[in-house]
């Protein structure tokens, strides 16, 4: 239905959809390169969506996401540049943890709001993402030493000690920036799940969110579990961070704006319900239909405003079908519900005749 929405969208202006359709596919799956870039754009994506569903699982909406993947982008790549001449096996897990923690960090806070003032986690992430921006900009301008900017706002290329990249997965995928990223992701992919499904701390993530009431007359504590629940989920988002740093572009710059993977990764975890197979295929869907759309405007001469349109309008479909199958189950219900009412009023009228009683 979105596909055929965003084709009689195109019609509407004039546009080829058949030429448009072939344009996105041509362009996602034209070369080995195109699909390794559909596995870096992918990485990042799973560690939000993911760091979403562990918030949403306790009952919050954590919109600071991109705000928490900035803070593990920018502390991985500050601590990469210090540490130029340390072995691979020492610096490398070093970068990921701090990335981890400065995303960590940087959930903790409305956490800790939300757990002991209670104040909205929507408005504290919104707000903090502008903070974390900022902050970031201040920092890469102000605070780095000269030795490790290349320009103003620009710092140096990570050393190969540091880096996500691999000559083995750019050799495969004919010179992609497919990097050790999206393995990392699939480990916390299934980490996530054993977390969620198979240990106590998970049950008591998703009691909390189910209703909190209840879990604290079950002995939980839950100011504890929300704070550890958002704690996960900026870790999460942190090493978003640091795969987008790392492994996608090899340094930082100063952003304009919030990072996109953040916001990206929220609808990747609603799209996949939340699930880790779910997050998986919609991060492979949303990470095609990103780069193939990049293809529609020169190849078939579609508006670039016209394929976020049609983007947009495949992915609307995707996340409503959960009311497609509600409605479905409604209509399917009445009428079992009016074939309920029509085999009693059969029966009533049939014992009435015999002189019976209901």
């Not at 750019?170 to 240990?199: C, E, H, P, Q, Y």
């Not at 704690?231 to 572009?249: D, K, Y």
Request: contains cysteine; neutral net charge; glycine residues 12%.
């Amino acid at each position: 239905m979105g596909f055929v929405l965003g084709a009689i969208i195109m019609l509407i202006f004039g546009y080829n959809p058949v030429s448009g359709y072939q344009a996105m596919l041509q362009t996602a799956f034209l070369s080995p390169k195109s699909i390794g870039e559909i596995f870096v754009t992918a990485g990042p994506l799973i560690f939000t969506a993911l760091g979403f569903s562990v918030a949403n699982s306790a009952g919050f909406f954590n919109i600071g996401l991109s705000g928490q993947a900035l803070c593990g982008w920018v502390a991985s790549i500050w601590v990469a540049l210090l540490l130029p001449d340390a072995p691979r096996l020492v610096v490398l897990p070093l970068v990921i943890i701090v990335g981890a923690i400065a995303g960590a960090v940087a959930a903790a806070i409305p956490g800790i709001l939300r757990a002991y003032f209670g104040t909205s986690e929507v408005i504290v992430t919104i707000m903090l993402n502008y903070v974390f921006l900022y902050t970031s900009t201040h920092i890469v301008n102000n605070v780095m030493p000269e030795a490790v900017m290349s320009n103003k706002g620009v710092t140096q290329m990570v050393g190969a000690n540091a880096s996500l990249r691999n000559d083995f997965l750019r050799s495969i995928s004919d010179g992609s920036r497919l990097n050790i990223g999206i393995f990392l992701a699939l480990i916390f992919l299934v980490a996530v799940w054993f977390l969620m499904k198979k240990t106590t701390l998970g049950y008591e993530i998703r009691s909390v969110g189910l209703n909190p009431f209840a879990s604290e007359y079950a002995g939980m504590s839950s100011k504890r579990t929300i704070i550890l629940s958002m704690i996960i989920s900026g870790a999460l988002a942190g090493l978003g961070g640091v795969v987008q740093g790392l492994g996608t572009f090899g340094n930082f710059f100063v952003q304009g704006s919030s990072l996109s993977i953040g916001f990206d990764g929220m609808a990747v975890s609603l799209l996949g319900s939340g699930s880790s197979i779910g997050i998986l295929l919609s991060s492979l869907l949303f990470s095609i239909l990103k780069l193939g759309g990049q293809g529609m405007p020169l190849r078939a001469g579609v508006p670039t405003e016209l394929v976020d349109v049609v983007i947009a309008a495949i992915i609307f479909f995707v996340g409503i079908s959960y009311l497609i199958r509600f409605l479905l189950a409604k209509f399917s219900g009445s009428k079992k519900e009016v074939a309920v009412v029509q085999e009693i009023e059969t029966t009533t009228d049939d014992n009435s005749q015999e002189g019976g009683k209901i």
